[in-house]
Each structure stands twice: as C-alpha cells, then as structure tokens.
C-alpha cells in the first residue's frame, strides 16, 4: 500500500493540467514527501462545479468497524469500491486528482546490515514528470490525532489497483491509479461512476519505471 509519495512540481504544471482553476493554495510549489495526514494539493470541483487546486490531508475516513477507540488515522489507498462505505464519495462532486511526481513502495527483503526493508520509488521515466492520482474527498469532522483533538477537515485518498509488471516484483497486492492526460483527468472529474471507474487500471508496463536505488552519501533530507 502505497503510504508515502513525493510531489515536486510547479504550480503552473498543475495549473495547465488542470485547467480552468480557481487557486485555493496560495499559488503553491509543491517540493514534498507526503505521509499519511499530511496537507497536501488536490484538484477538485468547488459547490459551483468549477475546478480549483485546494490543500486536503490524506486519509479518508476510516469504516466504523474497523476504527479502535476515538483516534481515525484515515484510509489512504482504497481498492474496494463496491464497498457500501465508499458509494457516497463515488460521484463527481467527490472526486479530486493528487498531483504527484513518483510514490513508493517497501521491498520485501530486509537489509542484511540494517534489517530494514528496502524503499523503492517509481515514476514515469527519470525525469519524474508531474501525473495525478485518481481520487476522492470529502470534509469530515473527527479525531485525527488525539493530541490535536476534534476538527473540521478537508481529506482525501486515492484509488489503487492490481499491479503492473513493474511494481508487482516489489509489491504484489496493489499500485495507485494513475492519470496522465488532461482526457483522463476529464473522466475522473466528470463522467458518471461506471465510466470513470473504467480507470480504475494499472499503469502500462512501459509507461512506469523504479527510480534508482541512491547510494547512502547521495541520500538528501526530506522537504517539508
């Protein structure tokens, strides 16, 4: 399951992607790993039916029966759709794109020196051009942290599906569901359900890539 991707891109990549927007995140440059949580763009419809960039945290509400005490950390891949808990967030409305540049998956093998797994990130080629995730969102009003107590929030997550050759070798229950024309974008945001979840597919085997492996010196920081 895909828990950390990266989106370092401009604003005016997600601007003309995305086209026509109203701007909600301050003519953000997004240069970001993004965890569970974490505020990040989407592009999503406003109550006019207009597009507009805006900033969500990821993780969708959680269903009932498998939250434990107050805290709902989120879902943040969703694969089931048929699921009864997901049908209300299926329409227009509710959908929205995640910019991204490249997500990552855990190895299965651990280091033999570190005993950790290692992390693999894929991208469309080494450039790592900016394409979306297909997903949804809503504003829910809950415990995302028991520190910070109840709050109003915008949220999202985005939709996975089998994996392609590529990630199946690292990861072989699912991939994200990855947008990457304005065409595709258009049926994500406006056709009705059963259609737009005919993209709910993954990735062609020649249009992804596993970034290479950095050496330990050329290892940068997080930007945050």
């Not at 996975?160 to 072989?172: F, M």
């Not at 947008?179 to 009705?192: G, H, K, Q």
Request: glycine fraction near 4%; charged fraction near 20%.
């Amino acid at each position: 399951m895909c828990n950390l991707y990266n989106a370092t891109t401009t604003h005016e990549a997600m601007r003309q992607l995305f086209l026509p927007i109203n701007d909600l995140t301050n003519r953000l440059t997004p240069q970001m790993d993004v965890f569970p949580d974490y505020p990040a763009p989407i592009g999503r419809k406003d109550a006019n039916g207009d597009r507009e960039l805006a900033i969500a945290r990821w993780g969708m509400p959680t269903p009932p029966q498998f939250l434990k005490g107050e805290v709902d950390y989120g879902v943040t891949n969703i694969r089931n759709v048929k699921s009864p808990h997901w049908q209300a967030w299926l329409g227009p409305a509710n959908r929205c794109v995640v910019p991204a540049t490249s997500f990552s998956e855990y190895g299965k093998v651990p280091d033999p020196v570190t005993k950790k797994k290692p992390l693999y990130w894929f991208a469309l080629n080494e450039d790592k051009p900016l394409f979306w995730f297909a997903g949804i969102w809503t504003s829910w009003y809950s415990v995302r942290k028991k520190k910070e107590g109840p709050v109003q929030a915008d949220i999202f997550a985005f939709l996975t599906t089998s994996p392609n050759a590529v990630v199946k070798p690292i990861h072989e229950q699912a991939m994200p569901v990855i947008l990457r024309t304005s065409e595709e974008i258009d049926i994500w945001m406006n056709a009705p359900a059963e259609e737009a979840l005919q993209l709910q597919r993954p990735l062609p085997d020649n249009e992804l890539i596993v970034l290479p492996q950095p050496k330990a010196e050329e290892e940068q920081p997080l930007l945050l």
